[in-house]
T-cell receptor
């Protein structure tokens, strides 16, 4: 079936450095992606989304890049802070014949 | 404030007992979902509902049941038939199936003793 998946289950970065979390998807028809952040013991929260007519979208300290050729997207967090420590999921809300498909998540740890 | 409200946040249950998790929303969302999350894993869909009095099985519906008698409410019952019920359960809503983002509740952690 269709899937989305992250490349690394865990990522550790020094406070102040930039973080890059990657995600690959399999459905060529997917045209909309969402990144979620989940802090320990809480529900996921929307961070940023991107549509397939864009290859880059920026938010506050976050940037999502979409490469449709290789079916890959990434979430970049600038100047990573301790509050960024969480699990990050990419999600495809519109794969054909299915509802939201979530990747397994990448746990980001920010080192002091 | 608008949002998805789940209760209880923590729940303990003995083996063989059914338990019902509450999910209420005031976002006027047509679609509601229940997901299960196990440690170190992604979200797996249990059930979803597109409209009142209608719901469909997700990927792991066995041992669970739901109802959608009101637009605002989508309770999940974890039955004794669910072999491994200890998990973190997340309820979510969206404006419609496959339209836009999901809004999640804070989750309910069920532990079977």
């Amino acid at each position: 079936g269709e899937s989305v998946g992250l490349h690394l289950p865990t990522l550790s970065v020094q406070e102040g450095d930039n973080s890059i979390i990657n995600c690959a998807y399999s459905n060529s028809a997917s045209d909309y992606f969402i990144w979620y952040k989940q802090e320990s013991g809480k529900g996921p929260q929307f961070i940023i989304d991107i549509r397939s007519n864009m290859d880059k979208r920026q938010g506050q300290r976050v940037t999502v890049l979409l490469n449709k050729t290789v079916k890959h997207l990434s979430l970049q967090i600038a100047a990573t802070q301790p509050g960024d420590s969480a699990v990050y999921f990419c999600a495809d809300p519109r794969p054909e014949g299915q509802n939201f498909v979530f990747g397994p998540g990448t746990r980001l740890s920010v080192l002091p | 404030d608008g949002g998805i409200t789940q209760s209880p946040k923590y729940l303990f249950r003995k083996e063989g007992q059914n338990v019902t998790l509450s999910c209420e929303q005031n976002l006027n969302h047509d679609a509601m979902y229940w997901y299960r999350q196990d440690p170190g894993q992604g979200l797996r869909l249990i059930y979803y509902s597109q409209i009142v009095n209608d719901f469909q099985k997700g990927d792991i519906a066995e041992g669970y049941s739901v109802s959608r008698e009101k637009k605002e409410s989508f309770p999940l019952t974890v039955t004794s038939a669910q072999k491994n019920p200890t998990a973190f359960y997340l309820c979510a809503g969206s404006a419609g199936i496959n339209t836009g983002e999901l809004f999640f509740g804070e989750g309910s952690r069920l532990t079977v003793l």
